[in-house]
């Protein structure tokens, strides 16, 4: 075994990237005789490892060089700002629940400086603009897309860094969390160009109701992917879906970790990959109410700490609405605000 490990470790060290077979063959004929099922799995969590590492650098490399270009080489942002997006149709029940989270995630954006834009459109109108596609997240879609294209030089004369997309039936509970924080907990500065949360229930990895994305040419590139997958426009979990989709193909490395999950591992640590940061539901994007009984059986694990996002459940703004009056003291201006 001391030739084996000596020998991959040479080679490793002299060839970062050198394909399995390759190291395979070389150890192989070192030994003179065949691996052994233990020194085969060696050698593929070495590549993994090596490849996963590589990645890492480039993406870093990337968003380097990036925001040299865009900000200058001697004067690269040191600070990020963040713009807040939402949107909803005006003709449908989510007028309501989109207005009401509108206005406790707008008294959050004042509170700490954050930009905030709200999208109200009719549902016709929102469909033909996504049409052939007919499920209302993949508008989500277009107007990120339409910001970092067409707004582009909006985005920079701003100093906008990040966006943050937050579903019409998702608003900030916890107000005293920030960005800033968020984003240094996920990786410090510009160190990953994509911040969310695994989804509500083990069907998907990821859920899309709030993320957070870096304004560059990886998430234009990732929502470009998005939009043009057509396996789930009429598929669960449509966007959503295609979202994991992209980033399973692009080799990020999510499905490597099982179980995903942290309400079912129960390791609550952040996942890291090379361009995407996955926060625990709770941390960032949860459906459970504090006196859920997910909740209280967790001990209060599970309690949200950032931003309460009820998807798939009824009865949505009155969650939402005691949510908001769990949380928030009842002589804030945040209460005047939301007691509509």
């Given at each position: 075994m001391s030739v084996f490990t000596s020998e991959l470790e040479a080679l490793v060290a002299k060839e970062p990237l050198i394909p399995y077979r390759a190291i395979a063959e070389r150890v192989t004929a070192a030994k003179g005789s065949d691996l052994s099922r233990e020194e085969r799995v060696a050698i593929s969590k070495v590549c993994m490892a090596r490849r996963y590492a590589h990645k890492c650098a480039e993406a870093a490399e990337e968003r380097k060089t990036e925001d040299e270009e865009r900000w200058g080489s001697e004067c690269v942002q040191s600070t990020n700002r963040f713009l807040v997006l939402t949107a909803y149709t005006t003709d449908t029940y989510y007028?309501?629940?989109?207005?009401?989270?509108?206005?406790?995630?707008?008294?959050?954006?004042?509170?700490h400086g954050y930009l905030f834009r709200e999208v109200t459109l009719p549902l016709g109108e929102m469909q033909a603009q996504i049409a052939p596609?007919?499920?209302?997240?993949?508008?989500?879609?277009?107007?990120?897309?339409?910001?970092?294209?067409?707004?582009?030089?909006?985005?920079?004369?701003?100093?906008?860094?990040?966006?943050?997309?937050?579903?019409?039936d998702a608003c900030v509970v916890e107000q005293d969390v920030t960005l800033e924080g968020v984003l240094v907990r996920a990786g410090g500065g510009s160190g990953c160009d994509l911040v969310i949360?695994?989804?509500q229930s083990p069907a998907c990895l990821l859920n899309s109701g709030v993320f957070m994305i870096r304004v560059g040419a990886w998430a234009e590139r990732l929502l470009q992917a998005m939009w043009d997958e057509p396996k789930y426009h009429t598929k669960r979990h449509y966007e959503q879906s295609a979202l994991e989709k992209v980033l399973k193909q692009w080799g990020e490395g999510l499905e490597a970790i099982q179980p995903f999950h942290s309400y079912v591992s129960g390791n609550r640590s952040l996942k890291h990959f090379p361009h995407v940061c996955v926060l625990p539901r709770r941390d960032f994007n949860t459906h459970l109410v504090d006196d859920d009984a997910e909740v209280v059986q967790s001990d209060g694990q599970e309690r949200a700490t950032f931003i309460f996002h009820p998807a798939g459940r009824r009865g949505k703004l009155e969650l939402l609405r005691k949510m908001v009056q769990l949380r928030a003291p009842r002589d804030t201006d945040t209460d005047a605000d939301t007691d509509k």
């Open positions: 007028a309501d629940i989109g207005s009401f989270c509108a206005a406790v995630n707008t008294v959050y954006c004042k509170r596609r007919d499920f209302g997240g993949y508008h989500k879609v277009l107007l990120l897309l339409a910001l970092l294209r067409d707004e582009r030089a909006y985005l920079t004369a701003a100093g906008v860094t990040h966006i943050l997309w937050i579903d019409a949360a695994e989804d």
